[in-house]
């Protein structure tokens, strides 16, 4: 069964983010989460739902 590393995924989301130069309260605006979820996603502190991924990587312009 496939493990999902949730700290690298947090990290690579990060860095799309940054690199798109967007700041975690327009990316939680953009994908209707909370800033706080966005930060503990981040940090690998919180699953994200896969609609959620989704959200997010269209608005980063990035892959799932």
Not at 10 to 32: C, P, S
């Amino acid at each position: 069964m496939l493990e999902i590393d949730y700290k690298k995924l947090g990290n690579r989301i990060k860095e799309a983010r940054l690199t798109a130069n967007i700041t975690q309260e327009t990316l939680a605006e953009l994908v209707d989460l909370s800033i706080t979820h966005i930060s503990n996603i981040e940090n690998g502190h919180a699953k994200v739902s896969l609609p959620a991924l989704f959200d997010i990587a269209v608005v980063l312009s990035t892959s799932i």
